[in-house]
């Protein structure tokens, strides 16, 4: 069912349009997020529901239909939660969002993937906003930055941020040019309510993994906060420690408080980088931070290696099995 046929069924109905709203996926369809749908879900209150003869109120093609046509459902919605197209009523994104998760369909994982994506883009503030509305206070966010390079530290940062905290542009680290980044990092150092920092050095990755030196990072960062956490925003990764996280998954683009760990984190390692660029200028680190750029492995191969190269990463570990022979 498309855009236009909703609206030619809406029009059917014998029901003033400020009685019910649509929700659901044909809310979804009339906001041009998804093409079509099989069925139309409308919702009204409970007061009105209860009211309604609806054999004789839902008609079309001069058929009593319920289901197949109007899925009804008597719920209490809240009018912030709704927009307004063509005069009628329709669940807006972010209670769309949640239907769909609390309905939880393998079908729609996707659906639910996107429409946290598209959320979050125009509102990088919805994660802390739903905490802030359980009474939570202090929510910080960690992320990492330094998993694929050859060379240095994996660097982590926890930031927490004031209520309504606004940066235009802050986004994932990755996105923004380095003297973005360093105008950024200099105002959440400014105004964040607290900041900590998690550096693990090459010779505990070589000893651990990447994967366990990244989450040690994450949490010595969190340790390192200089202010209390009532609830922690993680990047992607899982952490087991004494405070409740959320996991999200591309959370640096998602998440405001993600975004400015990963601002703190990339200009910290990108800064160590560029000190041991001024020792070794040949490998380029000013420019490749460590990462296996083309002539960083040119380097390797006429230079050798140095302390803060990873042994357990592959371009180093061929050079070192090549010196052997």
Not at 62 to 85: A, M
Request: charged share 30%; aromatic share 8%.
């Amino acid at each position: 069912m498309t855009k236009n046929e909703i609206f030619d069924m809406l029009d059917k109905l014998c029901i003033s349009k400020d009685q019910y709203i649509v929700i659901g996926k044909a809310s979804l369809v009339c906001q041009d997020i998804i093409l079509n749908v099989d069925g139309v879900d409308i919702a009204c209150s409970k007061t009105f529901f209860d009211k309604l003869d609806w054999p004789t109120k839902i008609k079309y093609n001069s058929l009593i239909k319920y289901n197949g046509t109007f899925d009804v459902n008597c719920i209490f919605y809240d009018e912030k939660n709704i927009i307004e197209i063509n005069d009628y009523k329709f669940m807006n994104l972010e209670s769309c969002y949640e239907l769909e998760k609390n309905t939880n369909n393998l079908s729609d994982k996707k659906l639910i993937k996107d429409l946290e994506m598209k959320i979050c883009l125009n509102d990088n503030y919805y994660f802390e906003r739903k905490l802030i509305s359980n009474g939570l206070n202090f929510i910080a966010g960690v992320d990492e930055v330094g998993r694929g390079p050859l060379v240095g530290p994996v660097v982590a940062a926890c930031v927490v941020l004031p209520k309504k905290f606004s940066l235009n542009g802050l986004t994932d680290s990755k996105k923004l040019s380095e003297k973005k980044r360093d105008i950024f990092y200099d105002l959440i150092m400014e105004q964040a309510l607290g900041i900590g920092v998690g550096i693990i050095d090459r010779e505990a990755i070589d000893e651990v993994n990447i994967y366990e030196a990244t989450k040690l990072a994450m949490k010595e960062a969190i340790k390192n906060c200089s202010c209390k956490i009532d609830h922690v925003l993680i990047d992607a990764m899982k952490l087991d420690i004494n405070v409740p996280t959320t996991s999200i998954i591309k959370g640096d683009l998602k998440s405001i408080t993600i975004s400015a760990a990963s601002v703190i984190a990339k200009v910290t390692r990108d800064r160590l980088l560029n000190e041991l660029d001024l020792k070794y200028p040949m490998y380029d680190f000013k420019n490749n931070k460590g990462y296996p750029t083309k002539k960083h492995l040119e380097a390797i191969k006429k230079y050798g290696i140095i302390d803060e190269h990873r042994r357990s990463y592959g371009p180093v570990i061929e050079y070192l099995e090549s010196i052997k022979d």
